[in-house]
């Protein structure tokens, strides 16, 4: 495979980076070892949820916030690629999901609040429409409807969850028998299955003598996979009633729904996509990559690009490889890492300590650039950018920023890339202009 830029990795920040890229004219390939935490996640885009460091109040304005963490710590991937970079992400993000079918509501001036399975009320910057109404839970009365045989979902708990933090919410256990008969293993399952009119009406009217009284109903996000946004409107009109859908445990039916979307805009940009392909070498000559080893079922394959973007996740994604011998390294392309800490301190004593847990500040250093560089700021590699997770200076976990640190950092790395890429004679053209 011959191209402009290869991405390696395919979660929200390669993604993303592959979406930029290509529409800004360069030939495209994504190769990844599997599938991103898209199918993990629970659908949003978490730009900055709590913020400063420690902080129990949701951040409400993430457009601030992010500056103000920015200019507090100028190593951090959103202080790397700049609020412009983010803010542009964010839009051609929303465009491409509402060009695909599945909208996403929210702005970068206001945080929601929307409803976990957990029954716990997370701050995050944009859902999907169908979860809209579930950030809207402190006013009127809110019905959470299980199904009778999904694992997973637990209504009882979310309602009582809301109930604790002032809601009005109670729960209904629906019994739909061609969903018993057909006994479905995972949501996905079930999401396909209520694309069938048969199945869709019998749910349907096994909700409707629970469902009087209450202003809104939430139900497990299994509300259609292809054909969401249909499955999803005729609920809601057939329940008089407006519908939201709560993320499951995963798979995650509106991750995948993200995922497959973003892969048909990329196909549509002529995008090729392959997944089951690990880089496990490289060929470099001087300060430049020439190409990647992948292994892929039966040997290793030479891949060569103009330019590489890395996208292959953190340390719960696989891009960065902590050992037992206290070595933090980059997975892929055995990239300069920088680890805050030595080995002893790379947990807090308590799981879930306000100061999190300093391991997942390991990553990758980059300059403006998104270039990778080692310990006195010296380019490790003229054609190589990083985005996503497997940047250092972030705390995803604790801030709340997976989705927004991808995005911005994908996309400021598709940017520097192509300008690189971009072939001389247009480049000329552009500035003759
Ligand atoms: C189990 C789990 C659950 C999560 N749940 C949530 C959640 O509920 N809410 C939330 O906000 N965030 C959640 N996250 C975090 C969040 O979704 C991502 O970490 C974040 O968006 C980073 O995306 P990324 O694109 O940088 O990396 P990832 O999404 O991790 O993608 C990495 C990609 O690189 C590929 N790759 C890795 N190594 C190689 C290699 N050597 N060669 C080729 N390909 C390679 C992988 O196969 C994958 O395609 C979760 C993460 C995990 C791991």
Known sequence: MICDILVIGAG??????????????????????????????????????????????PVRDPRAAVGALASALPGHPYARAGLRALDEALLAFQRAATAEGIPYAGSLDRN?????????????????????????????????????????????????????????????????????????QTTATLA?????????????????????????IGFPAVLGMNRHREVVDEVGKALGSAVFE??????????IRLFEALRRRLAALGVRVIIGSEVVQRFAEGNRLLGIGSEAAARTQRQTAGAFILATGGILGGGIVAGADGAVREAALGLPVHAPVARGAWFSPQALAHQGHPIFQSGVLVNERMQPVGPRGDVAFRNVYAAGA????????????????????????????????RPAAQADAEASR
């Open 192 to 216: 396909a299955m209520l694309e069938d009119r048969p199945v869709r009406d019998e749910l349907i009217r096994a909700v409707i003598p629970v469902a009087r009284g209450f202003d809104r």
């Open 390 to 421: 497997v940047l250092a200076g972030a705390d995803e976990w604790r801030e709340k920023s997976h989705e927004g640190v991808a995005l911005a950092t994908g996309y400021r790395a598709a940017q520097a890339a192509t300008e690189r890429t």
């Open 112 to 184: 929601l609040l929307a409803t976990t399975p957990s029954g716990s009320r997370r701050p995050t910057c944009l859902v999907p429409h169908a979860m809209l109404e579930g950030t809207r839970v402190a006013a009127g009365r809110t019905l959470i409807v299980g199904i009778g045989g999904l694992r997973d979902f637990y209504g009882a708990y979310i309602a009582a969850n809301l109930r604790a933090q002032g809601c009005e919410a109670d729960r209904a256990i629906v019994e739909v028998p061609a969903i018993r008969a057909r006994n479905p």
């Open 12 to 57: 929200p920040a390669g993604l993303t980076a592959a979406l930029h890229a290509a529409s800004a004219g360069a030939k495209t390939a994504i190769l990844a070892k599997g599938i991103g935490t898209t199918h993990w996640a629970a659908g949003w885009v978490d730009i900055l949820g709590y913020w400063p460091p420690g902080s129990p109040q």
């Open 246 to 255: 709560i993320p499951t445990l995963p798979p995650s039916v509106p991750g």
